[in-house]
């Protein structure tokens, strides 16, 4: 079992910086791979970006490519989103999710356990 519990959001400007993080209880948080998703209101929750169990593999959507970096600290058991030159459209609650596999890391019924989110607001 593995709770998550994500941190850092805020309102912020445009163009402004922010680091989400997810802590994560339990002794097996370095055999998973880690996941961020978004959701905005009214859309679905989409993904955002994975890490292996290593960190030696990352991945981004197009949306947020060049612009978000995830990073792991498997001694603290934490997980991290750095995000920068924040948009708009970055507008979300941002959920952190753990999966057994990074193969399976875009899609949503792989992750075996979910946070309950982060509210980021990017204001205009």
């Known amino acids: 079992q593995v709770q998550l519990v994500e941190s850092g959001g805020g309102l912020v400007q445009v163009g402004d910086s922010l680091r989400l993080s997810c802590a994560a209880s339990g002794r097996t948080f370095s055999s998973y791979a880690m996941g961020w998703f978004r959701q905005a209101p009214g859309k679905e929750r989409e993904f955002v970006s994975a890490i292996s169990w290593s960190g030696r593999s990352t991945d981004y959507a197009d949306s947020v490519k060049g612009r978000f970096t995830i990073s792991r600290d498997n001694v603290k058991n934490t997980v991290y989103l750095q995000m920068i030159s924040l948009k708009p459209e970055d507008t979300a609650v941002y959920i952190c999710?753990?999966?057994?596999?990074?193969?399976?890391?875009?899609?949503?019924?792989?992750?075996?356990?979910w946070g309950q989110g982060t509210q980021v607001t990017v204001s205009s």
């Open positions: 999710a753990a999966t057994e596999s990074f193969g399976g890391r875009y899609f949503r019924d792989k992750y075996l356990y």
